[in-house]
């Protein structure tokens, strides 16, 4: 028994020392088989560690494989790493012989560049502090340098390095840039077959033409990166307008001096499409007869109408919505065919949507200032919603149309799986603002200045201040706009402002400083409602000359209102508006505190058709009302009609007077008919001419001494504004129809100079 254990105990033995044995025979084989550390001797390196080097050698690397050691040899060269590589055989053994590029102690750029324009730069170039000195990447930075400079408007800028030697193989880098001017634009060209009038098309880009009025003017400067955005305005423009094939081919920048540049934009508009057919392709089971009635109703909008991508997207909008609270799981899509040289048909595609892919993240990146909020308040989706490729793109060119960025970019993660991410990467860029005019006319004369900041404390809060001293009115306003107060999904806009007014056909003046406050969200599709409150002082004083009558009103003011106002807008534009109308109703009341309460009510609208290039017809139209509750109504809250409404008249000439004075009245109305007109003059002169007819009337008088005529004003006349060289112009002749008496007649009326 004894014997039979230490036979086995022996046995265990033998066999863990034959195991080890073995472990050491194989491991010894294949380190003797990869002889390649063992055979390769690295010598001249410095700041390269030996590791690093290996790590550049082929696969299966052998050094009597003579393309495995020309290729290790082409991975050292090609690694930036060394300046020269050489390879020798001795003794069995491959010798390396290395001269290491040096490594960059310091790098730093000189020149006359701010903060932002340096910070981009750093975060862009390759070669920074601690890497390795490569003369071809210091050729990339400063090629990128230069074009970014280039992209700003200095055209001809100038970029070059200097390296400063130190010890133990380091160098300082110094970029050296040389701003030059910046250039300005001299002329905007629109060449090719464009359809529309090189006047109407720079209304749609960004980028405008210089002149010495706009010296405090940023878009005047060329900006690569503001071209290629105008290349998409233009695009989105004429798609539209009816222009299906239409292409923004080309761009460019043709240098003039070492001052100026000329912007040319090569367009190919091709033919207007009408749609011909508008149908509805029904590919789902959920649709039951009233939901189809409803979709057929939506989509007949775009019968025999011309087409316009924005028509169609917001018919998607609508659709989709009604999806979402009709608790419909469907998706609408729409395919366009063209059946002939100007007809397209659409159809609509009511799809089931099986996959049912949801938003699980929302990344935002690149806003450094921004906060994410900001962004989120431009997109029309959040995390859990139904993922929409087309919903999407829409949010992605809102933010672009907010010109808080730069650039704007997204990428999908994740978009084969039921939840996706979405990436959105911004590059953020100067949002101030600073403005400066002059002006003068047949009103008087007036200088304006304002500053601005859309981006406050990146909250995407519009802080702005403006001044402006005329000859009957000095003005200044301090206000703020918050298009998502309190995250509410509301705006919420307030100022604080002072103004003096003393007018020339009256004997008075009077002194108001006040705030206002005023929120406003969409209570339905395009239907808005803005309440607000404001509060104002207001200090008559009137002259000697006066009658005792308007020496009576003199006195110390003070008002408290309450106002609102209910409207719908779908004009293309605020200003030059071409296409669409606003309708609308506000009212205000003065209440407690107030020393003369009131009730004011009024009736707008306005309605604008480009029914052919160079043709654009309008009317505007505004009915208006106060009425005191125990008391007059006081001077500054009587009712005018503007001389911008009511051409032929001297401004605050028309209505009720006490003796020579106009005092206003406790009712007013205006209508405008009007239409542009080609004149004939050079496109590039961007002059523009409208016949008009306007119909007004300010009446009724709270006041017993006042001289009322209840008589309806109109004029016709001809316009004509130019951005002429010595700034822009506008001139007005009217030829009044009907007047009263106590009225002052103005033919001609003529203004130089504005805000830009």
Known sequence: MIFLRQLFFHKSIAKKFSFLILFFLVFSSFFLLDKSYAEIVIKGNQNISEKTVNSLKPKNFNINDRQLVDEFQKNLFSSGFFKSVNFKFENNKLNVYLVENPLVNFFFIEGKLNSQQKKNIEENISIKENSILRLDLIKSDLKYISTLLTSIGYLKNEVTYELIKLSNNKVNLFYNVKLNNKFKINQIFFIGNKFFKSSTLRDVVYTSEHGWWKFLSNS???????????????????????????????????????????????????????????????????????????????????????FSQKDINDILDLINKYFTISNLNLVIDYNLKKISSNKIDIVFLVKENPEKRFINKITIGGNNITDDFVIRNFLNFSEGDNFNEKKLLTSIDRIKDSRLFKNVSYELSNYNTNELN????????????????????????????????????????????????????????????????????????????????????????????????????????????????????????????????????????LTNKIFYTLNTNTKDREFNTRNGYNIGFGQGVSFLLSDIPYINNNFFGSYYNTYKDGFTGSIKYKIETINGFSDNVKFSDRLFVSSNNLRGFEHRSVGPKIDNDHVGGNYSYYTNFSTTFPNGLPDKWNAITNIFYDVANVFGADDSNIIDSNKIRSSVGIGFSWVSPLGPISLSYSEPLSKSQTDKVEQFNFKIGSMF
């Open 220 to 306: 005047t400067i060329v900006n690569e990166n503001l071209v290629n955005i105008d290349i998409s305005r233009l695009k989105k423009f004429y798609l539209n307008q009816g222009f299906f094939d239409a292409q923004v081919s080309s761009s460019s920048i043709n240098i003039l001096n070492d001052n100026l540049a000329n912007i040319t934009y090569s367009i190919n508009a091709g033919e207007r499409f009408t749609f011909e057919n508008v149908l509805l392709n029904n590919l789902s089971n959920s649709l039951n007869d009233k939901n189809i009635e409803y979709l057929k109703k939506v989509i007949k909008f775009l019968s025999n109408s011309n």
């Open 422 to 557: 979405i990436n959105i990467n911004v590059e953020e860029q100067p949002t101030g603002e600073i403005a400066a005019g002059a002006g003068a006319g047949s009103s008087g004369a007036t200088i304006t200045g304002s500053l601005s900041e859309k981006n406050f404390l990146g909250k995407g809060i519009n802080v702005s201040s403006n001044i402006n001293l005329g000859t009957e009115k000095i003005f200044g306003k301090i206000s703020f706009l918050d298009p998502d107060f309190n995250n509410s999904g509301n705006s919420f806009n307030g100022s604080i402002f002072i103004e003096n007014n003393f007018y020339s056909n009256s004997n008075y003046e009077n002194k108001i400083i006040g705030s206002r406050f005023f929120t406003g969200y969409q209570i339905y599709d395009k239907i808005f409602f803005t309440p607000g409150y404001s509060i104002d002082y207001d200090k008559v004083q009137v002259s000697n000359d006066a009658t005792s009558a308007v020496k009576r009103r003199a006195g110390n003011f």
